[in-house]
């Protein structure tokens, strides 16, 4: 609490140095803005109604709902909350600070992510940790940082939870094409493990990442720390593919 009460005691002096841009397209900007009001207006936030599972927007659907990809498929996770579409400028800026080093846009993504702390989903939920989606060392030495971790951290200074770095992949790339469905879980499932001293032990975790595309690689990191002793994995991205 009180180190975020110092961020905050600071934030006004960034802005007299660092006078607000808009994140995508650089025009100058308010204090406490992040984007222009154009830029803003292209963001598509989703809403309900959305599958409960994977977070799917499904526009002909009414109340709660699983998607027909979910209802067969019992993934690790509680639920996989998303908060916008990974699109136009969205999935730019995903781009950026993947490929890009632009680290300072975590800021921004988390800003984004936070929102998902209100979804009905979480909102409600008392988490130990947030744990960042692990990248290969091999990537993370070319990356110089791991996109979700630098999420992570900005959402607890935020949120207050800490931050658990409890997983590591230890598999570079799986070629997964050639693997049917059930196979390809184990397969992705093994490229992930508990790192050796992080306690998970009845914990209520919430996974945190950049963008979530078919929701595998998180229902892979979610098993892990299940096997593990975890008592509950929730899931938080930025966007949804
Ligand atoms: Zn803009
Ligand atoms: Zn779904």
């Given at each position: 609490?009180?180190?975020?009460?110092?961020?905050?005691?600071?934030?006004?002096?960034?802005?007299?140095?660092?006078?607000?841009?808009?994140?995508?397209?650089?025009?100058?900007?308010?204090?406490?803005?992040?984007?222009?009001?154009?830029?803003?207006?292209?963001?598509?936030?989703?809403?309900?109604?959305?599958?409960?599972?994977?977070?799917?927007?499904?526009?002909?659907?009414?109340?709660?709902?699983?998607?027909?990809?979910?209802?067969?498929?019992?993934?690790?996770?509680?639920?996989?909350?998303?908060?916008?579409?990974?699109?136009?400028?969205?999935?730019?800026?995903?781009?950026?600070?993947?490929?890009?080093?632009?680290?300072?846009?975590?800021?921004?993504?988390?800003?984004?992510?936070?929102?998902?702390?209100?979804?009905?989903?979480?909102?409600?939920?008392?988490?130990?940790?947030l744990?960042p989606?692990?990248?290969?060392?091999?990537?993370?030495?070319?990356?110089?940082?791991?996109?979700?971790?630098?999420?992570a951290?900005?959402?607890?200074?935020?949120?207050?939870?800490?931050v658990?770095?409890?997983?590591?992949?230890?598999?570079?790339?799986?070629?997964?094409?050639?693997?049917?469905?059930?196979?390809?879980?184990?397969?992705?499932?093994?490229?992930?493990?508990?790192?050796?001293?992080?306690?998970?032990?009845?914990?209520?975790?919430?996974?945190v990442?950049?963008?979530?595309?078919?929701?595998?690689?998180?229902?892979?990191?979610?098993?892990?720390?299940?096997?593990?002793?975890?008592?509950?994995?929730?899931?938080?991205?930025?966007?949804?593919?």
């Amino acid at each position: 609490m009180l180190k975020k009460k110092i961020t905050d005691a600071f934030e006004p002096l960034a802005t007299l140095f660092f006078p607000p841009h808009c994140a995508h397209c650089q025009t100058r900007l308010e204090a406490g803005r992040d984007f222009c009001g154009d830029c803003e207006a292209r963001i598509e936030r989703i809403k309900v109604p959305r599958c409960e599972s994977c977070s799917q927007p499904y526009d002909c659907a009414t109340g709660e709902f699983t998607c027909p990809n979910c209802r067969g498929e019992a993934f690790y996770f509680e639920c996989a909350v998303a908060v916008v579409r990974s699109r136009s400028l969205i999935r730019d800026l995903i781009h950026r600070i993947k490929y890009g080093k632009e680290i300072w846009l975590a800021r921004v993504l988390a800003q984004i992510a936070a929102e998902g702390l209100e979804d009905s989903r979480l909102e409600d939920e008392e988490f130990d940790a947030l744990v960042p989606v692990p990248l290969h060392p091999k990537r993370l030495r070319e990356r110089e940082y791991n996109q979700a971790a630098v999420i992570a951290e900005n959402l607890s200074r935020r949120s207050g939870i800490p931050v658990l770095c409890a997983l590591e992949r230890l598999r570079y790339t799986t070629t997964q094409t050639a693997l049917d469905r059930k196979n390809r879980r184990q397969n992705l499932r093994n490229a992930f493990s508990v790192v050796k001293n992080a306690d998970v032990t009845n914990k209520n975790l919430l996974l945190v990442d950049d963008v979530l595309t078919t929701g595998s690689t998180l229902d892979a990191c979610a098993a892990v720390l299940l096997e593990r002793g975890a008592s509950s994995v929730r899931a938080l991205t930025v966007a949804r593919g």
